[in-house]
Every structure is written in structure tokens, then in C-alpha cells.
């Protein structure tokens, strides 16, 4: 999967990461083939426990190994704790263990705090086995980021999402040669409705992919800008 765009004689400038949170199906379903028509990778943090989002969001989920699938693909699949608790309300060994497993199976260093939650005990003991971790805080990141156990991200909801809102903060990011780092949860599609208010529609957010399609803006995951970073 090529990870820069070529734009004339110039390479990209700036790059970008789609992280969906969660797992759902309808993500799974529409956003994986959208990605995948384009050839851009994407970032999916997935919690071990394949029924706790169901459970708890009652909303369906893809099953883990079919996440699994997609790393051949080129996708990322980002750790997302066991079982999606908040990790700042967890004993030291408990939150080891909530850290440690996914890391494990999932082969990965990327880590998405379950909530957006953490604090400086979650990010240490983050560091044991991740090179990365990102958070909901609002904001683009370096390149070369700061504190890539703190990422920072827009997350983006009903509320806030606007295609040309964010076709706007992707072009800003390839001017200004830093990462857009993306969050969604569920999208919406004409034939199935939801309420959930982290939902995006599915034809806003293929309209905001096909222009970042065109831009030469390098569309990457987590992983691959933080080997780079740390080369
Ligand atoms: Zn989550």
C-alpha cells in the first residue's frame, strides 16, 4: 500500500490516520471497502472482549478475527484494553493486565485509551508496551510528536462533523506539514438510522475520504508515523 501520494514533482506534504474506535459492523460493512477502493490504510481499535461494546453501546460489532483479517490489508489494529473499562479507576494490577493482553494478541504497539480516559499512571504504564497511545484531546499533532502516549485527535461526532469541516482541517495539515489524526465511532447510512450521537453519515464521510483521496496529503496509520518519527 503506497503511503505517499505523489502531487507533480513534489512528495506529500502532512499525513492523516482514520482511527475508528470500537469495532462496530457498520464500519466494518461500508468503511473498510470504502478504504480499500481507495487503497488507504486504516486505523481500528478493537477491545478483546468481542461482546462488551454490544453489550454496552447496543449497537453490533464485527467479530475480532475478522478486524484480524485486515492487518494483512495494510489496516492497523489498534489495542482498545480487554474490556473497554476506564482504565484511570483500575488497580495497578488490574490495569497491567487490561494493557498487556491486547498488546499480546493483537500484535500491536498503538494503543487507544477505552473513553478517551487516562492520566499520568495509564500513560506510564502504557509505555510499557506501547509506542504509541491516543487520546480524544482536541488538537493536530507533529509529525515528530511530543508525547506519543498523548495523541491528540479530533474526534469526531453528529455534532461536530462537517465534510468541509474536515476537508478544511486536512488541507490545514498538509500546509502546515503535521498529522490529522481522525477519530470516529459509528457511521450512519440512508438504509440504516441510529440515534447515537458519536455517529457520522456514511455519504459525508465518503465525500471527505474521496477529497482526501485527491490531496497529496500521505494517508497512514498510527504505527507507520511513529516508526518514522523515530527513525
Ligand atoms: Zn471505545
Request: proline fraction near 5%.
Amino acid at each position: 500500500m503506497p503511503s505517499h501520494h505523489q502531487f507533480g514533482t513534489g512528495v506529500a506534504r502532512g499525513s492523516i490516520s482514520f482511527v475508528f474506535d470500537d469495532g462496530y459492523q457498520e464500519i466494518y460493512q461500508h468503511v473498510v471497502p470504502l478504504l480499500d477502493h481507495y487503497q488507504l490504510p486504516g486505523v481500528f481499535a478493537i477491545p478483546l472482549d468481542e461482546h462488551v461494546i454490544s453489550k454496552t453501546e447496543h449497537q453490533p460489532t464485527a467479530p475480532l478475527n475478522d478486524w484480524l483479517s485486515l492487518q494483512q490489508r495494510g489496516h492497523e489494529i489498534a489495542a482498545h484494553s480487554i474490556n473497554h473499562l476506564d482504565l484511570t479507576t483500575l488497580a495497578a494490577e488490574q490495569l497491567e493486565h487490561q494493557l498487556k493482553e491486547p498488546h499480546t494478541k493483537l500484535n500491536t504497539t498503538t494503543l487507544v485509551y477505552p473513553g478517551g480516559a487516562f492520566n499520568d499512571t495509564v500513560a506510564s504504564a502504557a509505555a510499557k508496551h506501547y509506542l504509541a497511545a491516543r487520546t480524544v484531546v482536541r488538537g493536530l499533532e507533529s509529525l515528530s510528536p511530543a508525547d506519543p502516549l498523548r495523541l491528540k485527535s479530533f474526534n469526531f461526532t453528529r455534532r461536530n462533523f462537517s465534510v468541509f469541516r474536515a476537508n478544511a482541517l486536512a488541507l490545514y495539515a498538509w500546509l502546515t506539514n503535521s498529522w490529522l489524526i481522525e477519530t470516529y465511532h459509528l457511521i450512519h447510512t440512508a438504509e440504516r438510522k441510529t440515534n447515537a450521537s458519536h455517529s457520522v453519515p456514511f455519504a459525508d464521510f465518503k465525500r471527505h475520504v474521496s477529497f482526501v483521496a485527491r490531496l497529496p496529503l500521505a494517508v497512514e496509520t498510527i504505527q507507520t508515523v511513529i516508526q518514522r518519527s523515530r527513525l
